[in-house]
T-cell receptor, first 113, second 110 residues
C-alpha cells in the first residue's frame, strides 16, 4: 500500500514568494494533519482535517498560512508571502480517525532565502 | 507545563544493553499512547501502540503504561547501533488528537 505522499521533497525559494506544499493521504484515512518541525520547537501541529473539514487550525502561525482539503485524497498547505523564519520540515500525516495512529509522509524540506 | 514531556537526551547506551526511554503526560483522560522513531533527516515512523495498563512486547521493543502515574516508557532490548535515533512519545488528548513530546535522542555505541 502506498503511504502518505508529499511533494515537493525539497523547496528553496526567495522571501516573499508563494509556497504550496501538497499531500495525498493514505486511501481510507479520514483524518489529515499538517505539522512543522524545527530544531528549536520540535514537531508542531498546524492544522488537521476530519472528513475533509478543517477541525482545528489553532496551530497555524499567522494569516500567511492557509490549508485546504478539496477532497479525500488531496490537501495543500500554502504560505503567502513566505519568510525566512518559515524554513522548516513540513510533514503531512493521516490516520483512520482522530486519536488513531498517524502515518507520516516523507516531508517537505522548505528553505526560504 | 508541556502536555507530554520527555528527556531530550542524548541517552547513550552500549550495544547489547537495554535502552529505557520515558515519557510523562498531563491529560488524565488520555487513552492511546504511541512511540515513534525518527532517524535524522527522515519522517517519524510508528513503532509501538499501547492502550491499557501494563506491558506490550513486540520483538525487542516493550512499551509500558501506567495511567495512575501518567507515565509511559519504551524499552529496547539488545540495543543495536541501528536503533540510534530520536524517539517521540505521542499521547491522544481530550480533543482526540495526538500530542507529541519533544523526543529523546538515543545513541547506541558499538
Amino acid at each position: 500500500d502506498a503511504g502518505v505522499i508529499q511533494s515537493p521533497r525539497h523547496e528553496v525559494t526567495e522571501m516573499g514568494q508563494e509556497v504550496t506544499l501538497r499531500c495525498k493521504p493514505i486511501s481510507g484515512h479520514n483524518s489529515l494533519f499538517w505539522y512543522r518541525q524545527t530544531m528549536m520547537r520540535g514537531l508542531e501541529l498546524l492544522i488537521y482535517f476530519n472528513n475533509n473539514v478543517p477541525i482545528d487550525d489553532s496551530g497555524m502561525p499567522e494569516d500567511r498560512f492557509s490549508a485546504k482539503m478539496p477532497n479525500a485524497s488531496f490537501s495543500t498547505l500554502k504560505i503567502q508571502p513566505s519568510e525566512p523564519r518559515d524554513s522548516a520540515v513540513y510533514f503531512c500525516a493521516s490516520s483512520m480517525d482522530r486519536g488513531q495512529p498517524q502515518h507520516f509522509g516523507d516531508g517537505t524540506r522548505l528553505s526560504i532565502l | 507545563q508541556k502536555e507530554v514531556e520527555q528527556n531530550s537526551g542524548p541517552l547513550s547506551v552500549p550495544e547489547g544493553a537495554i535502552a529505557s526511554l520515558n515519557c510523562t503526560y498531563s491529560d488524565r483522560g488520555s487513552q492511546s499512547f504511541f512511540w515513534y522513531r525518527q532517524y535524522s533527516g527522515k519522517s517519524p515512523e510508528l513503532i509501538m501502540s499501547i492502550y491499557s495498563n501494563g506491558d506490550k512486547e513486540d520483538g525487542r521493543f516493550t512499551a509500558q503504561l501506567n495511567k495512575a502515574s501518567q507515565y509511559v516508557s519504551l524499552l529496547i532490548r539488545d540495543s543495536q547501533p541501528s536503533d540510534s535515533a530520536t524517539y517521540l512519545c505521542a499521547v491522544n488528548n481530550a480533543g482526540n488528537m495526538l500530542t507529541f513530546g519533544g523526543g529523546t535522542r538515543l545513541m547506541v555505541k558499538p
